[in-house]
């Protein structure tokens, strides 16, 4: 049976009391103020949550701070403009389908995002009290509520992948930092940093058990960043000396030595652009999830050492045209053997691969580079810009220039078979 919403304010609202159930692991591991509106844009009340606002339409920041003079100058009917201000608030993320930032006359930051029921406004979130000063940690906020609001709203794809993995992320780091603090909470230790995790986590990685080593990273990031509250420089420089001995685990795997300064250079970078605790925790899961593809998808193979020396030659000449005449030569191998390996091998035939390399090296230049688009198709070793905006569509979904405009964010997964069916590589 459809589900359907209940009217104003009613308890069983399934949407509601979901958005509840969302928003108090919100504020559970943010510590910051929110409160629920339902379609009309009253406060959805609830008793372990608690409003926004008091009986009297004050805002419960006012109140905190009643003894301030420009507070007192609020009280009576003129504290209604605090009401009218959050509403039009709301009318506004509503309206943009989006997040909306905004101050209030006394200088609080508020933020809020809207819940949507099949393409209909169902409610929002709205949080705030945090000084202007405090601008990394509101954009991060800001960020987090309106994947919570995706994350419940019905009738729509719902949340993307990217951003359900970041809530899952960011959840789990937030209760191990919990734990250690009741951990440590009883004593007058202070936890260094963990050299023993370090090493299991680097052995488990090349082990293949990805989940495992990032159970371990969870360990490792929850420790620094309790041990180093405000130390936000440190925790990024641990983490980039840990991100280049990952780059280094390559070389159990044979990989070059270009490849692995190609993956030292990749990781310090995406940890450099770090702001915060969140952003670096992230990259680091990324960084992991990236090396663990690129180990694992030659193990089991019989010709790894063949079929790496053709990635490798790829990957240097991935800017021209490459035949499968002198990939099979680098490898060793005649063109139809090769052929065959690499197909028997490798899961899909060689053409498919290529493209596929293609796609991801124009990929990474779209977001980091701001390259014309024809730039782009020629340093990735497509024929022309219209050949490169074909097959980057067929793989992504969309054309290269809206993928720049979306920051790489809203791709669908790459398919890694038949694609050359379709398009068949140039010259091979």
């Known amino acids: 049976m459809e589900k359907t919403l209940k009217q104003n304010n009613d308890k069983t609202n399934p949407l509601l009391l979901s958005a509840c159930a969302i928003v108090k692991e919100y504020a559970k591991a943010t510590g910051a103020r929110i409160s629920i509106h339902d379609q009309n844009y009253e406060p959805f009340p609830d008793e372990l949550f608690g409003e926004l606002f008091n009986n009297e339409n004050h805002c419960l920041l006012c109140i905190r701070n009643q003894d301030r003079q420009d507070v007192k100058n609020l009280s009576g009917p003129s504290a209604n403009l605090c009401r009218e201000m959050h509403i039009n608030a709301i009318k506004e993320g509503q ?88 951990q440590y909470s009883q004593s007058n230790l202070h936890p260094e940093y963990p050299l023993d995790k370090e090493r299991m986590f680097l052995d488990v990685l090349s082990g293949g058990d990805n989940e495992s080593a990032k159970q371990i990273l969870n360990e490792i990031l929850a420790l620094l960043i309790f041990a180093n509250p405000n130390q936000f420089k440190y925790i990024q420089y641990r983490a980039l000396e840990l991100a280049v001995l990952i780059s280094r685990i390559g070389a159990n795997f044979s990989f070059t030595m270009n490849a692995m300064l190609e993956n030292g250079n990749l990781y310090t970078k995406l940890i450099q652009e770090t702001k915060n605790a969140e952003e670096l925790a992230e990259a680091m899961y990324r960084i992991v999830d990236d090396m663990a593809e690129q180990i694992h998808g030659l193990q089991g193979i019989q010709h790894v050492s063949v079929l790496k020396k053709a990635e490798d030659f790829i990957l240097e000449n991935l800017s021209r045209k490459i035949s499968l005449k002198e990939i099979s030569k680098a490898a060793g191998f005649s063109s139809p053997y090769f052929s065959t390996l690499f197909k028997e091998e490798m899961g899909e035939n060689f053409s498919s691969y290529l493209n596929r390399l293609r796609v991801k090296k124009a990929s990474a230049l779209l977001t980091d580079t701001n390259l014309s688009l024809s730039r782009i198709a020629a340093s990735c070793g497509f024929k022309d810009q219209s050949w490169f905006s074909k097959i980057f569509k067929h793989y992504t979904g969309i054309c290269p220039g809206k993928y720049r405009s979306q920051g790489g964010k809203l791709t669908p997964k790459i398919p890694e078979t038949r694609f050359s069916e379709d398009f068949p590589v140039e010259a091979v």
Request: glycine share 10%.
């Open 95 to 182: 309206r943009l389908g989006t997040s909306y930032t905004y101050a209030c006359p006394l200088g609080f930051i508020f933020w809020t995002s809207p819940i949507f029921f099949n393409g209909r406004f169902a409610g929002a979130f709205l949080g705030g009290g945090l000084s202007k000063e405090e601008s990394q940690r509101i954009k991060a906020l800001t960020e987090l509520m309106f994947i919570c609001a995706q994350s419940i709203s019905i009738g729509s794809d719902g949340i993307n992948k990217d951003a359900k993995r970041r809530i899952l992320h960011y959840s789990l780091l937030s209760e191990k930092i919990e734990e250690i603090k009741a």
